[in-house]
């Protein structure tokens, strides 16, 4: 069994929420399970709502296809040079202590 790493999700006052996330599952998954404010994934991860906007760490910055680059201009947040779907962006045992910035949410 792979060990679980924690996630970090930072609100824009600097408030921090750790999630455990398990290596296979997407960033989004983790924070729905855990109920992590302005992460909603309404699509499920099916690349159709923009709803899991994310600003990624250093390394996990470029979307992965055509399909996420045209969904993040769709965000309620203005996209930034670091913005990600996270149900795009598959957890890694490397991940461990990752901060993803939630852009907009208090």
């Known amino acids: 069994m792979t060990p679980a790493v924690t996630l970090i999700f930072r609100k824009t006052d600097g408030a921090e929420i750790a999630v455990s996330a398990v290596p296979g599952q997407s960033v989004m998954e983790a924070a729905v399970m855990s109920a992590v404010p302005g992460i909603e994934g ?3 991860g ?4 923009a709803t899991c906007h994310v600003f990624a760490p250093e390394g996990l910055t470029s979307p992965t296809d055509d399909n996420e680059d045209a969904m ?3 965000t309620e947040a203005p996209r ?7 149900c795009q962006i598959v957890v890694g ?3 461990d202590g990752q901060v993803f910035l939630i852009p907009g949410h208090t």
């Open 72 to 74: 993040l201009d769709a």
């Open 80 to 86: 930034g040079p670091n913005s990600r779907l996270s």
């Open 93 to 95: 045992p490397e991940m």
């Open 42 to 44: 309404e699509c499920g």
């Open 46 to 49: 099916c690349l159709s709502c």
